[in-house]
C-alpha cells in the first residue's frame, strides 16, 4: 500500500524547498511564508472568480440593500401596510440567500483540501520555527497580545519574544493583505 501522505510531502517539499533554499534567512523564512501566502491567496481568489457568480451576488446584495432601506424606511413612517409587503419579499429572497451561500462554498470544496496539506508542510517544516519581530504599533494593531493570551491559555506556554509572532499569525496577515490585493486586480467589487 503506497503512503499517501509521504508522496504529498514530497509532492510539497519539491514545489515549496526550492523557495525555502532562496529565503535570505532560511532558518527564519518570513520571505517563504509571504511567497507561500501569496500562492494560497491567488489559487482561493481565483477560485472564487470562476466558481462565483459575482454578478449575480452583488446584484442581489444590492436589492437587501434597497430592501433594508425600504424596510427602515417603512418603519420611520409606521407604514404597517408597506411593512407587510416588504416582510413577504424578504422571506423570498432568503430563498434566495439560501442559493447564494451554497454557491459561495464551491470554492471552498475546491480549496480546502490543498490549503491543509500546505498548512500541514508549513508546520512540519523549518517554516513552523519562524518568528516575526513585529513593530510595536503593529502588534498592538493586529492584537498580538490577545493572541499570545489565548495560545497560551490553549496550548500552555507564552510568548518569549517581544513583540513576536509565530509563522500561523504571520501568514494570517500576509493571506490578508495578499487577498485583498487580489481580489482589487481581478476585479471584485467587494472585500471578504
Not at 454578478?55 to 413612517?77: F, G, P, S, T
Not at 439560501?98 to 483540501?113: D, E, G, I, R, W
Not at 490543498?114 to 513593530?135: D, E, G
Not at 500552555?156 to 517581544?162: E, S, W
Request: positive net charge; aromatic residues 12%.
Amino acid at each position: 500500500m503506497p503512503d499517501i501522505m509521504g508522496m504529498v510531502y514530497g509532492a510539497l517539499n519539491a514545489i515549496f524547498n526550492p523557495i525555502l533554499a532562496l529565503d535570505p534567512n532560511p532558518t527564519n523564512p518570513a520571505l517563504t511564508v509571504l511567497i507561500i501566502a501569496f500562492i494560497v491567496s491567488l489559487i482561493t481568489t481565483i477560485a472564487n472568480k470562476y466558481l462565483v457568480d459575482q454578478e449575480e451576488m452583488n446584484e442581489h446584495q444590492a436589492k437587501m440593500k434597497d430592501l433594508n432601506k425600504r424596510m427602515r424606511d417603512a418603519q420611520k413612517r409606521g407604514d404597517g401596510k408597506e411593512l407587510a409587503k416588504i416582510q413577504a419579499e424578504q422571506t423570498e429572497m432568503m430563498k434566495d440567500q439560501t442559493a447564494m451561500m451554497s454557491n459561495q462554498f464551491k470554492p471552498m470544496l475546491v480549496t480546502f483540501v490543498p490549503i491543509i496539506l500546505i498548512f500541514f508542510w508549513m508546520r512540519a517544516s523549518a517554516i513552523s520555527n519562524l518568528v516575526i519581530i513585529l513593530p510595536q504599533t503593529v502588534y498592538w494593531v493586529t492584537l498580538t497580545p490577545i493572541w499570545h493570551f489565548l495560545g497560551g491559555f490553549l496550548y500552555g506556554g507564552k510568548a518569549t519574544i517581544p513583540y513576536g509572532i509565530g509563522w500561523l499569525l504571520w501568514y494570517m496577515i500576509c493571506t490578508f493583505g495578499m487577498s485583498q490585493i487580489l481580489r482589487k486586480y481581478l476585479g471584485f467589487k467587494q472585500g471578504f
